[in-house]
């Protein structure tokens, strides 16, 4: 048990679905991360969220849509991608502030096919 | 533009020797770097950490050094278990916390 629990584990998808993943944090941090990886590929950062407002967006196509409701809670939403999306997504979550580390959840590998 | 580089990609070691793995990095305004552990179909989990403002800290058998001069940092693990068999990933930060700026890892094996 890490605190951050991400759904699905194991997501296969077509390129013309429309899917979400979840990832929930029980830590009472307030700030959340996903990150993706692919192979062979240093973790990217894709989106950054510090109590709930967007605060970072690295340059991540539209197909990826991200949902913050609350600071527990964070959304990827996906349509339309393509089989170079296929990767590792890692959601995480840290308190803002000094010197703190980032606990991850196990990840969700995607398929797109 | 890559700030986080570990150029061995894999390193082989034998069970109770040393292995060191090592992290350089561009970005002088890094002033907090943490080492995270991954093992397959799992996310990374936090290692060990160290402030800018020193050169070494130690954790039982892992030791990072910093050495900011050269903007390298080294992960020491002594004595190497096959339980360690594993891919760490460098991290290093900015002082406000949050955001990490991963390395693409070394994968370590730790042979019995």
């Known amino acids: 048990e890490t605190g951050v629990t991400q759904t699905p584990r194991h997501l296969v998808m077509g390129m013309t679905n429309k899917k979400s993943l979840k990832c929930e944090q029980h830590?009472?941090?307030?700030?959340m991360y996903w990150y993706k990886q692919s192979a062979k590929k240093p973790l990217e950062l894709m989106f950054v969220?510090?109590?709930?407002?967007?605060?970072e967006n690295n340059s991540v196509p539209s197909r990826f849509s991200p949902e913050c409701p609350n600071s527990s809670h964070l959304f990827l939403h996906l349509h339309t991608l393509q089989p170079e999306d296929s990767a590792l997504y890692l959601c995480?979550?840290?308190?803002?502030?000094?010197?703190?580390?980032?606990?991850f959840g196990q990840g969700t590998r995607l398929t797109v096919v | 533009d890559q700030q986080v580089k570990q150029n061995s990609p894999s390193l082989s070691v034998q069970e109770g020797r040393i292995s060191i793995l090592n992290c350089d990095y561009t970005?002088?305004?890094?002033?907090?770097f943490l080492w995270y552990k991954k093992y397959p179909a799992e996310g990374p989990t936090f290692l060990i950490s160290?402030?800018?403002?020193?050169d070494k800290n130690e954790d039982g058998r892992f030791t990072v050094f910093l050495n900011k001069s050269a903007k390298h940092l080294s992960l020491h693990i002594v004595p190497s278990q096959p339980g360690d068999s594993a891919v760490y990933f460098c991290?290093?930060?900015?002082?406000?916390?949050?955001?990490?700026?991963f390395g693409q890892g070394t994968e370590l094996s730790v042979k019995p």
């Open positions: 991290a290093p930060a900015y002082n406000q916390g949050g955001k990490l700026i």
């Open positions: 969220y510090n109590f709930k407002e967007q605060t």
């Open positions: 830590l009472g941090h307030n700030a």
């Open positions: 995480a979550s840290s308190q803002d502030g000094p010197r703190t580390e980032a606990f």
């Open positions: 160290i402030s800018s403002i020193k």
């Open positions: 970005n002088s305004m890094f002033d907090y």
